[in-house]
């Protein structure tokens, strides 16, 4: 296994590392887009700590060391290893500590700002081998080195805020419109740390079977990663525009994205010219982050959002795209769609010889 900074330690397996490698490198353009900004604003982080006192970082620290087992060499080395690993090959010199705690729900988190902490839950490592780990560790090791962790906290104090001015109409509503923003910039905060977990791991099978584990638990043998994209195709494509309108409901409280949606995009973005150059050696570097332009980064998240929505099959987004591309008939359109007779979009036949050419095809 890799040490960090042990140039005469080799990986259990070739894996590439990536000296110098900047965060923006597999931040997703909306993340990234948002992280540049609040970065260029100069002593954000400090009022953002103190303001975020009410999450004592020494109290998640004593608690945990109180009430959880750190990896060490000692304990649970091979996750102190794969940690160790995954700071190796992103180029991150201080390790930060992992602790295992007891809960039946699998999951990870990274806790703190000025010293971050990994926690895993001891069904998560029931659950994963060794190389769907090496996946999940590596996401949370970028959400230390991307600074997610202080970011999030401004959705835990708004949170907090929403709930004591929920009596006040319109305060309430400003505040659950900024929370709603926050949760989409950190679903795709999720999206950015499964692509670095597929940097640390370098397996693109480990990283999908992971996020598959996470939406049907450890009887791997009854499910196929094929099989999972397919749903998640369905998912996209939807049923009519009920479908759309629900799924999107369904989305908007959510912090994390759906599992399927995951795999998908982590798929995608593997096949992707970006992750290529990565591999190849050709990414963005942490002497060049000072020179970012806040402009150009926002034009990447709003061309990010352009080509998600040209692509996508959402019967919503796709009578929307049409709307805004001028279709006439909208009227028609919401009636088919509604009324289960094709989907917004879709292509009409001509009408028969002898029949009018009103109605829509059925």
Same mark, same amino acid.
């Given at each position: ?12 397996? /070739? ?14 353009? @909306? ?5 540049? @900004? ?7 982080? +400090?009022?953002? =700590? ?16 109180? &009430? ?46 000025? !010293? ?12 994963? +081998? ?22 999030? /906290?401004?959705?835990?104090?708004? /949170? !907090? ?15 659950? @419109?900024?929370?709603?923003?926050? !949760?989409? $910039?950190?679903? =795709?905060?999720?999206?950015?740390? +499964? ?15 992971? #996020? ?7 009887? #791997?043998?009854?499910? !196929? ?29 959510? &912090? ?8 998908? =995009?982590?798929?995608? $973005? ?6 290529? &150059? ?9 002497? +060049? ?35 805004? *591309?001028?279709?006439?008939? #909208? ?8 009324? *289960? ?22």
């Amino acid at each position: 296994m890799t040490q960090p900074n042990d140039s005469s330690s080799v990986p259990s397996r /070739t894996r590439k590392r990536f000296p110098g490698i900047s965060t923006r490198a597999w931040e997703h353009p @909306a993340d990234r887009s948002a992280l540049v @900004a609040l970065r260029k604003l100069s002593g954000f982080d +400090d009022i953002l =700590k103190k303001l975020g006192g009410l999450v004592s970082e020494r109290a998640v620290r004593l608690m945990f060391l109180a &009430s959880a087992v750190r990896a060490s060499e000692r304990q649970f080395p091979h996750l102190h290893e794969m940690v160790r690993d995954a700071a190796y090959i992103l180029d991150l010199e201080k390790v930060p500590p992992l602790y295992v705690t007891q809960d039946p729900m699998p999951n990870a988190m990274c806790i703190g700002m000025d !010293n971050p902490v990994i926690v895993v839950t001891t069904s998560l490592v029931d659950l994963l +081998d060794e190389e769907e780990m090496r996946a999940v560790i590596g996401h949370e090791v970028a959400h230390a080195m991307s600074g997610h962790a202080v970011y999030r /906290t401004m959705l835990i104090i708004l /949170t !907090n805020i929403a709930q004591r001015i929920s009596f006040i109409p319109l305060g309430g509503l400003a505040i659950m @419109a900024l929370i709603t923003a926050l !949760n989409e $910039w950190f679903r =795709k905060a999720e999206l950015s740390c +499964d692509r670095a977990g597929l940097l640390v791991g370098q397996d693109l099978q480990a990283s999908m079977r992971g #996020l598959m584990k996470l939406a049907g638990g450890h009887h #791997l043998h009854e499910m !196929n990663t094929d099989a999972f994209l397919e749903q998640a195709e369905e998912y996209d494509r939807a049923g009519d525009l009920r479908d759309g309108v629900i799924k999107l409901m369904q989305v908007l409280p959510q &912090s994390h994205p759906f599992a399927a949606v995951r795999v998908a =995009k982590i798929k995608q $973005w593997a096949e992707s010219d970006e992750f290529s &150059s990565i591999m190849a050696g050709a990414y963005p570097r942490r002497e +060049d982050d000072q020179n970012t332009s806040v402009r150009e980064q926002a034009k990447a998240a709003a061309d990010s959002y352009a080509q998600s929505f040209k692509d996508t099959k959402d019967p919503l987004m796709v009578l929307i795209r049409d709307v805004a *591309g001028g279709t006439a008939d #909208l009227g028609g359109k919401l009636r088919d769609v509604f009324a *289960g007779r094709g989907t917004a979009g879709s292509e009409q036949q001509p009408p028969a010889d002898g029949e009018n050419g009103g109605g829509s095809a059925s």
